[in-house]
C-alpha cells in the first residue's frame, strides 16, 4: 500500500520569505500523482498544485512550485514570497490511476506559520 | 464556493445515535468520495461512488454506510455513534472514474461532534 510522510509538523517562515515543505511516498508503481493541498482555518481543502510522475518538469503555480525526485520519492513543496494568507496546513498526497477507486493517500500535514 | 456542497456544517448529537451526512457534488462529476479527518488519524478514505455504485471502500466501520442517488448526490449514515467519530467529514466530488490527473474537488466539511 502507498504511504505519505510529511516529517514537518510545522514550519514558520517569516512574511516575503520562502519555505519549502518536505513529503516522501512510497510506492511500487512508475505512474501516478502527487498534490499538494491547502486547507487554511476555513478547513476547505484547496488544490495548491499537481504532478504527473512521467513529467520530468516541475509544477509551478505562481509562488508555489515543487521539486519532484522520482526516484528519490520525495516531492518538496516550496512557498515563495510568502504571505499572510498562506498561513494553514499542507497535505501532500499520492494518487495511483490504477487503484480502485482512485483515492487519494494523504500525508499527516505540516502547518505553516507566518510571521509578519 | 468549491461547487461540492456539503450540510449540515456543523451536527453535535449524542453517543448511540444515527445522523446523515449530505453532499452535492460539482456540476457534472459522477464520481463522489467521503474522507473522515480526525485529529490523531488525519484524512481517512472512507468510500467512493461513481455514477450511483459503490466503487472502492477504505477505512470504513460496518457502523458506517452510504449512498448516491439518481440525481448524483450522496449521502453519508453513521450510527450507533461514539465518541471517536468526532471528525470533520469531507465529501470531494471528480469527473471521471480513472485516469484522473487533476485532484478532487472538496467540499467545506461536516462538523461532527458526538458528546
Known amino acids: ?116 | 464556493d468549491s461547487g461540492v456542497t456539503q450540510t449540515p456544517k456543523h451536527l453535535i448529537t449524542a453517543t448511540g445515535q444515527r445522523v446523515t451526512l449530505r453532499c452535492s457534488p460539482r456540476s457534472g462529476d459522477l464520481s463522489v468520495y467521503w474522507y473522515q479527518q480526525s485529529l490523531d488519524q488525519g484524512l481517512q478514505f472512507l468510500i467512493q461512488y461513481y455514477n450511483g455504485e459503490e466503487r472502492a471502500k477504505g477505512n470504513i466501520l460496518e457502523r458506517f454506510s452510504a449512498q448516491q442517488f439518481p440525481d448524483l448526490h450522496s449521502e453519508l449514515n453513521l450510527s450507533s455513534l461514539e465518541l471517536g467519530d468526532s471528525a470533520l467529514y469531507f465529501c470531494a466530488s471528480s469527473s471521471g472514474l480513472q485516469g484522473g490527473r487533476y485532484g478532487y474537488t472538496f467540499g467545506s466539511g461536516t462538523r461532527l461532534t458526538v458528546v
Open chain 1, 1 to 116: 500500500a502507498q504511504t505519505v510522510t510529511q516529517s514537518q509538523p510545522e514550519m514558520s517562515v517569516q512574511e516575503a520569505e520562502t519555505v519549502t515543505l518536505s513529503c516522501t511516498y512510497d510506492t511500487s508503481e512508475s505512474d501516478y500523482y502527487l498534490f499538494w493541498y491547502k486547507q487554511p482555518p476555513s478547513r476547505q481543502m484547496i488544490l495548491v498544485i499537481r504532478q504527473e510522475a512521467y513529467k520530468q518538469q516541475n509544477a509551478t503555480e505562481n509562488r508555489f512550485s515543487v521539486n519532484f525526485q522520482k526516484a528519490a520519492k520525495s516531492f518538496s513543496l516550496k512557498i515563495s514570497d510568502s504571505q499572510l494568507g498562506d498561513a494553514a496546513m499542507y497535505f501532500c498526497a499520492y494518487r495511483s490511476p490504477r487503484a480502485a477507486g482512485n483515492k487519494l493517500t494523504f500525508g499527516g500535514g505540516t502547518r505553516v506559520l507566518v510571521k509578519p
